[in-house]
T-cell receptor, first 114, second 112 residues
Framework: DTAVSQTPKYLVTQMGNDKSIKCEQN?????MYWYKQDSKKFLKIMFS???????INETVPNRFSPKSPDKAHLNLHINSLELGDSAVYFC?????????????FGQGTRLTVV | AQSVTQLGSHVSVSEGALVLLRCNYS??????LFWYVQYPNQGLQLLLK??????LVKGINGFEAEFKKSETSFHLTKPSAHMSDAAEYFC??????????FGQGTILTVHP
């Protein structure tokens, strides 16, 4: 059983398109996150949800919109894709919101915008 | 504000040699510190974490790290490298709300 699963694993799309990445966790965690890893492998948080409520919203373009239908799912929708959006997007979850709790990461979605 | 600096983007060791990956952090509050490992085309896996208990933290696969407040460091070590340790390693600091700030990563290469 995969703890944090993301779909799709690879996504190639043209500039201007709208796409979604789905994330599900079966760990019973309350908190979920989206991180972006750029071409230099630098990881940066984008969003965090706790019990379906948005907690962290970094300086991310508003073309990115997270949606949490329930606490086991956190999807990421991206409008009007740009070349600079090409990256690996990681979903993660943790038991609770808090500094000492371990984050469990998904396998990542490699998004390529052409 | 918090930040993490990993000294050395690439570290190369021989199999059986000591592994030392350096991490220095900056945090305005008592830090929670983590080391994660990323194998090619995979997600991040937690190696170990420091949460203000013992300053010497033992993790999986024989890794350990020591929290030194005076040096603001959290270096990762392993006494004897294995070929399977070749991967990219990320040090991270967490704020009280669970937001992780990562270092830039260190690629570990292990030579036979």
């Amino acid at each position: 059983d995969t703890a944090v699963s993301q779909t799709p694993k690879y996504l190639v799309t043209q500039m201007g398109n709208d796409k979604s990445i789905k994330c599900e966790q079966n760990l019973g965690h309350d908190t979920m996150y989206w991180y972006k890893q750029d071409s230099k492998k630098f990881l940066k948080i984008m969003f965090s949800y706790n019990n379906k409520e948005l907690i962290i919203n970094e300086t991310v373009p508003n073309r990115f919109s997270p949606k949490s239908p329930d606490k086991a799912h956190l999807n990421l929708h991206i409008n009007s894709l740009e070349l600079g959006d090409s990256a690996v997007y990681f979903c993660a979850s943790s038991l609770a919101q808090g500094g000492g709790t371990e984050a469990f990461f998904g396998q990542g979605t490699r998004l390529t915008v052409v | 504000a918090q930040s993490v600096t990993q000294l050395g983007s690439h570290v190369s060791v021989s199999e059986g040699a000591l592994v030392l990956l350096r991490c220095n952090y900056s945090s305005s509050v008592p830090p929670y510190l983590f080391w994660y490992v990323q194998y090619p085309n995979q997600g991040l896996q937690l190696l170990l974490k420091y949460t203000s208990a013992a300053t010497l933290v033992k993790g999986i696969n024989g890794f350990e790290a020591e929290f030194k407040k005076s040096e603001t460091s959290f270096h990762l070590t392993k006494p004897s490298a294995h070929m399977s340790d070749a991967a990219e390693y990320f040090c991270a600091v967490s704020d009280p709300w669970g937001k992780l700030t990562f270092g830039q990563g260190t690629i570990l290469t292990v030579h036979p």
